[in-house]
């Protein structure tokens, strides 16, 4: 089985049709970067409340495909949810940084 059927079959399980979702899996000697990309409707049920429904994804993930990457991190994003999070909070620390510079 591969992260991408594995994933499919988790995602048809929650009411999605498989042509609806995408798994994109990019690796190298240290990672494993895999990116599933769902209807925006329903994104909020793979990510959850502050995330943790996407972590729970990605420690199933390691759990189950601990023997084909054992010595990779594992990384799920979805639908860009962490790159997104990290610009956020990249913005949110110019402006503190704007406002300690502006009130000394």
Known sequence: MTI???LTQVCKHCGLREEDVTVTVEQDETKVV????VPKED???FIGHRAETLA????MIRIVFREEFAEKVVRLNINDYRKERVEHLE???REIANEV???G
Request: net charge negative.
């Open 43 to 45: 994104v909020g049920l």
């Open 101 to 103: 510079i502006e009130s």
């Open 91 to 93: 913005e949110k620390v």
């Open 4 to 6: 991408q059927t594995y």
């Open 34 to 37: 895999v990116q599933l990309d």
């Open 56 to 59: 729970s994804l990605q420690r």
